[in-house]
């Protein structure tokens, strides 16, 4: 039945207990959160909550008196219980009812102890799916503490850890927040990244980004020729800057912040609350040829991959083996910097020498780093050339009013 009818409601024993059975071989099966199946045990628990909260309000013991009853009949600890609750922490707000079961949890607890499923459904009204939870120590508290990104907090001092992300989290609801991190979804890196570090970032970024008056976004604006306009933009010494001010004109954000620690990040692309392009930027590598091929690589997936509100892109991009959309993105980037019908007639790309660099820079309009920056790749020597490729030349044009803006 409930294969069928899935959103009526429980009215009768027989319904409830099909429900009870229906909940239990989902726990075992483990959904993953908002996949159909996990979708459906939600739905279900709240519906079998609905139906006892009127049937039995009383008769049924809730989830911490059921675990507190097994834990005297086979005398466990409550260190025995972090192998099915988690840390000591998550067993202390589970028994003092501060903290819901989670999938994980309800599931450990009725394979592990034998716990009922139902008695563990119990008063609990929505399951909260694996995931869900946030470890507030996991973020990187001194981090965010110590740049400034949450007010009220001395870097000199410790502080809880929940205290600190949920005041830095305060303007986006921290129920989302798990939702929030799960988007980045689409990462290219060789190292594996913190999401909660990655979490933080990509809040911070968004964060600002809501901050900046921009012109009205529309898809169909970037193109290769679009592209190629914002590559020449690096002629000028002030061109990052001037990068910025022209695509806030067509809605695109630009954003400027450090990477955290554990993230080997140089960009993302974003997109977020009403339809509206970010591109994050690390400046993880302080060189002019390594900022104008991030950035019109995450142009790239601005144009090409983001189709709806939380798609999103981080790019490690000394990672090598790219996806096939992060290999398209490589390509659009660089033929907006550099041609290809110029690069492969050309003998100047043979010679790596300034004067080549220069001259074809003049050719193409570009920033001579550019130029330089592809002769090192190609020659896979990145000895040659250096102080052609602007080393230490970007973060400064950043740097005070331009980087908080």
């Known amino acids: ?19 009870l059975a229906e909940i239990e071989r989902l726990i075992a099966d483990d959904p993953a959160p908002g996949t159909p199946e996990g979708d459906r045990l939600e739905l279900l628990s709240l519906l079998v909550a609905d139906y006892e909260a009127k049937q039995f309000p009383t008769t049924l013991p809730d989830p911490v008196e059921a675990i507190r009853f097994r834990m005297e009949q086979q005398q466990l600890t409550r260190r025995q219980l972090e192998r099915y609750i988690g840390s000591r922490s998550k067993v202390s707000e589970v028994l003092s009812g501060k903290r819901p079961l989670t999938l994980s949890m309800i599931r450990a607890l009725h394979q592990g102890l034998g716990i009922p499923a139902e008695s563990l459904l119990h008063g609990q009204g929505r399951i909260s799916p694996e995931g869900q939870e946030l470890e507030w120590s996991r973020f990187p508290i001194r981090e965010i503490v110590s740049r400034g990104w949450v007010e009220g907090f001395a870097p000199a001092r410790r502080y809880d850890p929940e205290q600190v992300v949920r005041r830095f989290l305060a303007p986006l609801d921290v129920a989302k927040v798990p939702a929030f991190y799960r988007r980045t979804s689409t990462v290219r890196s060789a190292r594996s990244m913190d999401k909660y570090a990655l979490t933080a970032w990509t809040f911070r970024i968004v964060q600002r980004a809501r901050g900046v008056r921009t ?21 000028s010494t002030r061109g ?13 954000v630009l954003m400027v912040e450090s990477h955290l620690p554990r993230t080997h990040l ?9 339809n509206r392009p970010v591109i994050g930027l690390t400046l993880r590598h302080d060189r002019l040829d390594n900022f104008w091929f991030t950035l019109l690589h995450e142009l790239a997936h601005v144009a090409l991959h983001l189709k709806q509100v939380g798609d999103g892109f981080y790019d490690d991009l000394d990672a090598e083996g790219a996806s096939e959309q992060e290999a398209e993105a490589d390509r659009v980037a660089g033929e907006a910097l550099i041609p290809s019908r110029v690069w492969e007639t050309t003998t100047l790309r043979h010679l790596r020498s300034p004067e080549a660099a220069e001259h074809l820079a003049r050719q193409l309009k570009i920033h001579r780093a550019i130029v330089a920056g592809r002769m090192r790749h190609e020659a896979k020597n990145f000895r040659i050339l250096n102080h052609l490729v602007g080393s230490g030349e970007v973060r400064e044009l950043f740097r005070g009013k331009a980087f908080e803006k």
């Not at 976004?217 to 002629?235: E, G, H, I």
């Not at 990052?240 to 695109?252: D, N, Q, S, V, W």
Request: net charge negative; glycine share 6%; no cysteine.
């Open 266 to 274: 140089d960009g993302a692309a974003l997109l977020v609350e009403d």
């Open 215 to 235: 012109g009205p976004y529309d898809a169909t604006v970037v193109t290769p020729d679009f592209l190629r306009q914002v590559a020449q933009l690096s002629w």
């Open 240 to 252: 990052p800057l001037l990068a910025r001010e022209f695509l806030e004109k067509y809605g695109i």
């Open 1 to 19: 039945m409930f294969e069928e009818e899935m959103t009526r409601v429980i009215r009768t024993s027989g319904e409830h207990a099909e429900a």
